[in-house]
């Protein structure tokens, strides 16, 4: 039966067709980077550069948070755990979803009416600028830079899945490409520029997997008791694919670490929340997550049809054998759809989301650097808004520089686990210290600081002792190494809390107050909008 | 800035804009009213909606012979509860929506108008 598989899987790889899969990608980083140019002639100010002149439209700037949210990861990645191991890898999109709704009501419209263009100018709005500045900085640059190693590793992964590359050096020349790419959407585009990449992304993306769900669905007449049941027949796990555990059963725990990362950390990533001053005003924001959670939900129902639908067509067992893994399930279920022409389309917009998400990393980053560490904590706030739009455009080429070594070096490594680290990141050090500073007077620098060292510290050495790193056959390291002394492979589970209990504990031990004054500044404008938009249309 | 009452104290100085004295702001009823009403909807709700993230979490890691229990045809109660969580998620958001905009949008928009005027007045 394997022998089958295996014959089955090389043939698709045959069929797989580089060259028209190549040209359809450069079709599409052609027209991108003409409306990119064309979008942002007039990026002048720092409001430009970071914010795409506040300019967006709630739909528009909802459309770009899909695309900027909808990583290669959630694609590829979902539809293929739940066609291996089915309804765990469903567990996913719920988490991913639900979290959205932590953004609408307690984060996005406060957080633009408060902020100009990072989350650090919220977090220090009331607090002491330095520290505060400092520590929501280097929060940022963490998530940034997990979430952007974690993307870049897939970029090469892809490669060898779909463009039939399978050497090293193809595949690091693909990732300097894409790095070489997103570098010039950032520097040429700013925010505007990035902004367009990521909504013209989201629509074929979420459009290719529309016509992929239908096409699935009218293959089981429009019946999902059907298709699950298919998926069922097809999988030598039977009945067990459409219920959880599969994946998880082994280690509840960790599952539960997980889901809490994934449902707090959304509000707490630092590209996420920087989209939310691309609009004027906090009624644009509220509509800018209502979109989003409209299209993204929508997305992640899709996956759960075309990763039942890539289990009952193409099969488990040949999509875990084929190159690529788990990851190969929908550019496979593409394949047999509609084609090469299909998997082509599909494979470029695979492509298409690596450069957006990367992009938005890259400029939420460099918006970090200038913006926070050097404008606000070296130059104490004198630096012109030129100069700081200067030393962002260079923060872009170094991190982008970084992102292509980060990206080679990483070739051929075990590291999905940093996409969850990003989010059990985000959860931990940012999220507690934004909703403290938005609904609790009485916070201080020391609970901030306390809370953002605390949650980012305490996650990465939990991560760096756990599973994933030594002890087992699956580590970063391999098995021979092993100092894994915390049993999960998700720290959210005691970095969220100590996130939290650091900034009560930090700002009860305060001796020193803040100024009640910013902090009545801070609450009446971020419920009303005073002074971040206008009053009332005279 | 601290000591100085909402109107008229320093007028004699005639500066263009003024700070406002936030903390006077903060006792106007209208932003008091605003307050209550975002605060009492999306603090319960929140909670509510975690509570049944974190139940449904529960049930998925613990309770697999439950999630797998039919319910119509291959659609066990796993599926049903699993697209309940987006059933929720979506029917919060448009509910939260159209609070806002009956309930919030309009006091917001009155206080800053009032901000505005002062500001100006000053």
Same mark, same amino acid.
């Given at each position: 039966?394997?022998?089958?598989?295996?014959?089955?899987?090389?043939?698709?790889?045959?069929?797989?067709?580089?060259?028209?899969?190549?040209?359809?990608?450069?079709?599409?980083?052609?027209?991108?980077?003409?409306?990119?140019?064309?979008?942002?002639?007039?990026?002048?100010? &720092?409001?430009?550069?970071?914010? *795409?002149?506040?300019?967006?439209?709630?739909?528009?700037?909802?459309?770009?948070?899909?695309?900027?949210?909808?990583?290669?990861?959630?694609?590829?990645?979902?539809?293929?755990?739940?066609?291996?191991?089915?309804?765990?890898?469903?567990?996913?999109?719920?988490?991913?979803?639900?979290?959205?709704?932590?953004?609408? #009501?307690?984060?996005? @419209?406060?957080?633009?009416?408060?902020?100009?263009?990072?989350?650090?100018?919220?977090?220090?709005?009331?607090?002491?600028?330095?520290?505060?500045?400092?520590?929501?900085?280097?929060?940022?640059?963490?998530?940034?830079?997990?979430?952007?190693?974690?993307?870049?590793?897939?970029?090469?992964?892809?490669?060898?899945?779909?463009? *039939?590359?399978?050497?090293?050096?193809?595949?690091?020349?693909?990732?300097?490409?894409?790095?070489?790419?997103?570098?010039?959407?950032?520097?040429?585009?700013?925010?505007?520029?990035?902004?367009?990449?990521?909504?013209?992304?989201?629509?074929?993306?979420?459009?290719?997997?529309?016509?992929?769900?239908?096409?699935?669905?009218?293959?089981?007449?429009?019946?999902?008791?059907?298709?699950?049941?298919?998926?069922?027949?097809?999988?030598?796990?039977?009945?067990?694919?459409?219920?959880?555990?599969? +994946?998880? *059963?082994?280690?509840?725990?960790?599952?539960?670490?997980?889901?809490?990362?994934?449902?707090?950390?959304?509000?707490?990533?630092?590209?996420?929340?920087?989209?939310?001053?691309?609009?004027?005003?906090?009624?644009?924001?509220?509509?800018?997550?209502? $979109?989003? !959670? $409209?299209?993204?939900?929508?997305?992640?129902?899709?996956?759960?049809?075309?990763?039942?639908?890539?289990?009952?067509?193409?099969?488990?067992?040949?999509?875990?054998?084929?190159?690529?893994?788990?990851?190969?399930?929908?550019?496979?279920?593409?394949?047999?759809?509609?084609?090469?022409?299909?998997?082509?389309?599909?494979?470029?917009?695979?492509?298409?989301?690596?450069?957006?998400?990367?992009?938005?990393?890259?400029?939420?980053?460099?918006?970090?650097?200038?913006?926070?560490?050097?404008?606000?904590?070296?130059?104490?706030?004198?630096?012109?808004?030129?100069?700081?739009?200067?030393?962002?455009?260079?923060?872009?080429?170094? !991190?982008?520089?970084?992102?292509?070594?980060?990206?080679?070096?990483?070739?051929?490594?075990?590291?999905?686990?940093?996409?969850?680290?990003?989010?059990?990141?985000?959860?931990?050090?940012?999220?507690?210290?934004?909703?403290?500073?938005?609904? $609790?007077?009485?916070?201080?620098?020391?609970?901030?600081?306390?809370?953002?060292?605390?949650?980012?510290?305490?996650?990465?050495?939990?991560?760096?002792?756990?599973?994933?790193?030594?002890?087992?056959?699956?580590?970063?390291?391999?098995?021979?190494?092993?100092?894994?002394?915390?049993?999960?492979?998700?720290?959210?589970?005691?970095?969220?809390?100590?996130?939290?209990?650091?900034?009560?504990?930090?700002?009860?031990?305060?001796?020193?107050?803040?100024?009640?004054?910013?902090?009545?500044?801070?609450?009446?404008?971020?419920?009303?909008?005073?002074?971040?938009?206008?009053?009332?249309?005279? | 800035?601290?000591?100085?009452?909402?109107?008229?104290?320093?007028?004699?100085?005639?500066?263009?804009?003024?700070?406002?004295?936030?903390?006077?702001?903060?006792?106007?009823?209208?932003?008091?009213?605003?307050?209550?009403?975002?605060?009492?909807?999306?603090?319960?709700?929140?909670?509510?909606?975690?509570?049944?993230?974190?139940?449904?979490?529960?049930?998925?890691?613990?309770?697999? @012979?439950?999630?797998?229990?039919?319910?119509? *045809?291959? !659609?066990?109660?796993?599926?049903?509860?699993? #697209?309940? +969580?987006?059933?929720?998620?979506?029917?919060?958001?448009?509910?939260?929506?159209?609070?806002?905009?009956?309930?919030?949008?309009?006091?917001? &928009?009155?206080?800053?108008?009032?901000?505005?005027?002062?500001?100006?007045?000053?």
């Amino acid at each position: 039966m394997i022998a089958t598989a295996l014959r089955i899987a090389e043939t698709t790889v045959v069929e797989n067709n580089p060259v028209l899969n190549i040209s359809i990608f450069i079709v599409f980083v052609g027209i991108t980077m003409v409306i990119v140019i064309r979008a942002s002639r007039n990026n002048k100010t &720092a409001a430009d550069f970071y914010a *795409g002149g506040r300019s967006f439209t709630g739909s528009q700037n909802g459309t770009a948070i899909a695309g900027d949210y909808l990583s290669a990861a959630s694609f590829l990645g979902i539809v293929g755990a739940i066609a291996v191991n089915g309804y765990d890898g469903f567990l996913y999109s719920i988490g991913f979803l639900v979290a959205w709704l932590v953004a609408l #009501l307690l984060v996005a @419209e406060l957080m633009r009416n408060t902020g100009k263009f990072t989350m650090a100018d919220v977090l220090s709005f009331r607090l002491k600028q330095g520290p505060v500045r400092m520590a929501a900085a280097i929060t940022t640059l963490a998530v940034c830079f997990f979430y952007l190693l974690a993307q870049m590793a897939g970029a090469g992964g892809l490669v060898s899945l779909l463009l *039939g590359i399978n050497d090293k050096l193809g595949q690091s020349l693909v990732v300097v490409v894409v790095g070489v790419v997103m570098i010039m959407y950032v520097l040429f585009g700013g925010m505007k520029g990035t902004t367009w990449v990521q909504i013209i992304k989201a629509i074929l993306l979420i459009g290719g997997a529309a016509v992929m769900t239908i096409w699935v669905l009218a293959l089981n007449g429009f019946n999902l008791s059907t298709l699950l049941q298919n998926a069922a027949d097809a999988s030598d796990k039977g009945m067990a694919v459409l219920a959880p555990g599969l +994946q998880y *059963g082994s280690n509840p725990l960790d599952f539960i670490s997980l889901a809490l990362a994934l449902v707090l950390g959304t509000a707490g990533l630092p590209h996420v929340l920087m989209r939310f001053y691309t609009v004027p005003t906090a009624k644009e924001a509220r509509r800018s997550v209502v $979109w989003a !959670i $409209w299209l993204i939900g929508t997305f992640y129902l899709f996956t759960l049809v075309l990763g039942y639908g890539a289990g009952f067509m193409v099969g488990p067992e040949i999509i875990a054998n084929s190159p690529g893994g788990v990851n190969s399930a929908a550019p496979l279920l593409a394949l047999q759809l509609g084609g090469p022409l299909l998997l082509g389309f599909i494979s470029a917009v695979a492509f298409a989301t690596i450069l957006a998400v990367v992009a938005g990393l890259t400029i939420t980053a460099a918006a970090s650097f200038a913006h926070d560490i050097y404008a606000n904590v070296i130059k104490k706030g004198a630096a012109d808004s030129s100069s700081e739009v200067k030393v962002a455009r260079r923060t872009v080429v170094v !991190i982008g520089v970084l992102a292509i070594v980060g990206g080679v070096g990483v070739q051929g490594q075990n590291i999905a686990f940093l996409v969850a680290l990003a989010f059990a990141v985000a959860a931990s050090a940012n999220l507690p210290t934004i909703l403290f500073s938005l609904f $609790w007077k009485k916070f201080t620098t020391r609970g901030a600081v306390w809370s953002m060292y605390g949650g980012l510290g305490s996650a990465i050495i939990l991560i760096a002792l756990s599973p994933v790193v030594s002890g087992d056959v699956t580590s970063m390291l391999g098995d021979g190494v092993d100092f894994a002394i915390f049993p999960l492979k998700n720290p959210g589970i005691i970095s969220i809390p100590l996130g939290f209990f650091l900034g009560w504990l930090g700002t009860v031990t305060s001796t020193t107050q803040e100024d009640p004054a910013v902090a009545a500044e801070m609450e009446v404008r971020s419920l009303t909008g005073h002074g971040a938009e206008k009053a009332v249309e005279h | 800035m601290l000591e100085e009452t909402v109107m008229g104290k320093n007028a004699h100085e005639i500066p263009t804009t003024r700070p406002l004295d936030y903390q006077e702001v903060e006792k106007d009823p209208t932003f008091r009213e605003l307050k209550k009403r975002h605060r009492s909807f999306v603090f319960p709700l929140a909670i509510a909606f975690l509570a049944w993230y974190i139940a449904y979490v529960f049930l998925a890691a613990y309770a697999h @012979e439950f999630m797998a229990r039919p319910v119509f *045809g291959a !659609i066990n109660m796993g599926i049903v509860l699993g #697209l309940g +969580q987006f059933v929720t998620t979506f029917a919060i958001t448009t509910w939260y929506v159209s609070y806002a905009n009956r309930k919030l949008d309009p006091l917001a &928009a009155k206080m800053r108008a009032k901000l505005e005027a002062e500001e100006s007045a000053r």
